[in-house]
């Protein structure tokens, strides 16, 4: 299979997704608690990126969950969360109102680009796709 086939798999992954009840709350409570701790600590402004970076490595780990017996996707997935600590920490940012409409088509090209590179090194290690689904 090639990286453009898996890439469009992955792509409806999210289609079926479902969270139930308890998975929401546990969702409510975490953010309520992550956006305490950075107000706690005076970094009000990072609450709302760490909260998207923690939620599309989630998503993507959820979907090549079928991946998480081989060491190199918890490498990558380890090296992919870095970068979002980097992110976060270098990017000025702001405790602003800012519109759906910005944040959440930057925050779905964030979840592509990390599906992609999970696909790229799942080629590059030699791992077949029918071996895992």
Do not use: N
């Not at 780990?61 to 990558?76: E, N, S």
């Not at 759906?100 to 992609?116: F, G, H, K, Q, S």
């Amino acid at each position: 299979m090639s990286i453009t086939s898996d890439i469009k798999d992955d792509i409806k992954a999210p289609q079926q997704m479902r969270l139930p009840w308890w998975g929401v709350l546990c969702v409510v409570v975490s953010s309520a608690l992550i956006a305490w701790l950075f107000d706690h600590f005076g970094r009000f402004e990072l609450a709302r990126p760490v909260m998207y970076s923690i939620a599309m490595l989630w998503i993507a780990t959820a979907i090549k969950w079928k991946l998480r017996r081989h060491m190199w996707f918890w490498g990558t997935m380890t090296i992919l969360a870095a970068l979002h600590v980097l992110l976060v920490l270098l990017v000025p940012w702001t405790t602003k109102w800012i519109p759906a409409l910005v944040v959440i088509p930057i925050a779905i090209a964030d979840l592509y680009v990390m599906l992609c590179v999970v696909s790229v090194v799942r080629k590059f290690m030699g791992e077949p796709k029918t071996a895992e689904r």
